[in-house]
Nanobody
Framework: QVRLVESGGGLVQAGGFQRLSCVAP????????MGWYRQAPGKQRELVAH???????KYVDSVKGRFIISRDNAKNTVYLQMNNLKPEDSAVYYC????????????WGKGTLVTVSS
């Protein structure tokens, strides 16, 4: 079964930055909107940002102005640049493909842990 591979997490101080990467098979990446999700302990997984194949982006309010999602179609990679990180951004971050109805497809990987210290 296909699993996406996230990388780039780690420990960072509040106010710092990190860039996450996610590589997907070309057959999935080329035709799908790609999204970054996160799940903090005891909370539901939430969609943080997504980017369409045309490059249109959308963000959850809590990260607007701080996070930037981008995609490199030549590398089948989607990125999440996270700036001015806050402790509440601490979570496991996952990427996934999203179908036209907004539902995440079943390509969940292991995620990458981001921990922001205060």
């Amino acid at each position: 079964q296909v699993r996406l591979v996230e990388s780039g997490g780690g420990l960072v101080q509040a106010g710092g930055f990190q860039r996450l990467s996610c590589v997907a098979p070309g057959s999935i990446f080329a035709i799908n909107t790609m999204g970054w999700y996160r799940q903090a302990p005891g909370k539901q997984r939430e969609l943080v940002a997504h980017i369409t194949t045309a490059g249109t982006t959308k963000y959850v309010d809590s990260v607007k102005g701080r996070f930037i999602i981008s995609r490199d179609n030549a590398k089948n990679t989607v990125y999440l640049q996270m700036n001015n990180l806050k402790p509440e951004d601490s979570a496991v971050y996952y990427c996934n493909a999203i179908d036209p109805f907004g539902k995440a497809l079943n390509y969940w990987g292991k995620g990458t842990l981001v921990t922001v210290s205060s």
